[in-house]
């Protein structure tokens, strides 16, 4: 049982800045690889970034060099400093974790929280 919990959206003004946060926790064997995807209106969702246990991490184009992502391995949670907001930017943001249960054979899986919305707009 991995419960996956976002945090941190709301309404930011274009050129303005977020910081998301989502905690994994539950009964977790071990984390793999972290991520953020979204969501815009009318759109299926795409990726925004992730990274490895490791720390190396990928950006999908249209966010590099504004957002940047990391996480806290002891506390099983990882970030999403968005900077430079743009209203195209506004979308529900998701969540997932690549993580094994303690109970499972398998090595992992992928949970997902419920989403944050950002809406960027003057």
């Known amino acids: 049982q991995v419960q996956v919990v976002e945090s941190g959206g709301g309404l930011v003004q274009p050129g303005g800045s977020l910081r998301l946060s989502c905690a994994a926790s539950g009964s977790i064997s071990s984390i793999n690889a972290m991520g953020w995807y979204r969501q815009a209106p009318g759109k299926q969702r795409g990726l925004v970034a992730t990274?490895?246990?490791?720390?190396?991490?990928n950006y999908a184009d249209s966010v590099k060099g504004r957002f940047t992502i990391s996480r806290d391995n002891a506390k099983n949670t990882v970030y999403l400093q968005m900077n430079s907001l743009k209203p195209e930017d506004t979308a529900v943001y998701y969540c997932?974790?690549?993580?094994?249960?303690?109970?499972?054979?398998?090595?992992?899986?992928?949970?997902w929280g419920k989403g944050t919305l950002v809406t960027v707009s003057s």
């Open positions: 997932n974790v690549d993580a094994r249960a303690t109970s499972v054979p398998y090595s992992g899986m992928n949970y």
């Open positions: 990274i490895t246990k490791g720390g190396s991490a």
